[in-house]
């Protein structure tokens, strides 16, 4: 995981990137103390999309071979 932090143009924030796996998320955060919750929060969201990702590719190779997919309630 990459975490990347730059002053806004105003200099009154900081953006931040997180990268992990090759999907990458841009945040926003107006105090450097802040940063850890927001980089915490941005990668929570990576692995929730990456996690999606991974249930849809199963769910088209179940359908591919003819074979039911299991819902879960989540």
Do not use: W
Request: hydrophobic fraction near 35%; charged fraction near 25%; glycine fraction near 8%.
């Amino acid at each position: 995981m990459t975490v990347e932090i730059t002053n806004t143009e105003d200099g009154l924030g900081l953006n931040l990137r997180v990268c992990e796996d090759g999907i990458c998320k841009t945040g926003f955060t107006s105090s450097m103390h802040l940063v850890e919750g927001k980089a915490n929060q941005l990668r929570s969201a990576i692995r929730k999309q990456s996690a999606d990702a991974y249930t849809d590719i199963q769910r088209l190779e179940a359908e591919a071979m003819g074979v039911p997919f299991p819902v879960r309630d989540c």
